[in-house]
């Protein structure tokens, strides 16, 4: 990733403060990243089954584009299973989206196949910021910030969000 195109602060929160994704108060973080790509390209990042296989892992991990499955819609699952390379440990993953504004706002829940109504809450907000830029802030409630810790959920969104720079060019 350049570091000339892309500026990352992630910014850790140990309570949720957006009332929009879940409710105030849940344990929770927010990331936030700029991208040196259009909003639209970025949306489509989030949206596009085929271009979220090329990303929607942490960096040590694969997710094959026949595991990933989107019904763009509000109450419409999504679906996609994470792999390790070496070994073929998958992580199957699935939620529900919750609120969609193109391109601006989505929210959707982030969870276990089968526990997507009680799992916890994405928020994904994109502010241009220029032509060809895009302040992404990510913000998930539900789960304390546990970085650090083994199978950490802000490390993997956080490493997760380096292959989105790669795949976005930034």
């Known amino acids: 990733m350049n570091a000339e195109n892309t500026a990352t602060t992630d910014t850790t929160a140990n309570t949720a403060t957006d009332p929009n994704s879940a409710q105030a108060g849940e344990p929770g973080f927010t990331i936030v990243r700029e991208f040196a790509a259009p909003r639209a390209r970025v949306w489509e990042a989030w949206t596009n089954p085929d271009v979220m296989a090329r990303w929607f892992h942490p960096e040590t991990l694969v997710t094959p584009r026949e595991s990933v499955s989107v019904d763009l819609r509000v109450g419409g699952e999504y679906t996609y299973t994470m792999r390790i390379p070496d070994t073929g440990q998958e992580f199957p993953t699935a939620g529900k989206y919750l609120h969609i504004d193109e391109p601006v706002r989505?929210?959707?829940?982030?969870?276990?196949?089968?526990?997507?109504?009680?799992?916890?809450?994405?928020?994904?907000?994109?502010?241009?910021?220029?032509?060809?830029?895009?302040?992404?802030?990510?913000?998930?409630?539900?789960?304390?910030?546990?970085?650090?810790?083994?199978?950490?959920?802000?490390?993997?969104?956080?490493?997760?969000?380096?292959?989105?720079?790669?795949?976005?060019?930034?």
């Open 106 to 170: 989505l929210d959707f829940t982030w969870g276990s196949p089968g526990e997507v109504d009680d799992a916890p809450r994405v928020s994904v907000a994109l502010e241009e910021i220029g032509a060809d830029r895009t302040r992404m802030t990510f913000t998930l409630t539900g789960l304390p910030n546990d970085s650090g810790e083994d199978a950490s959920a802000y490390d993997g969104w956080s490493s997760a969000f380096n292959e989105l720079g790669t795949e976005l060019g930034s």
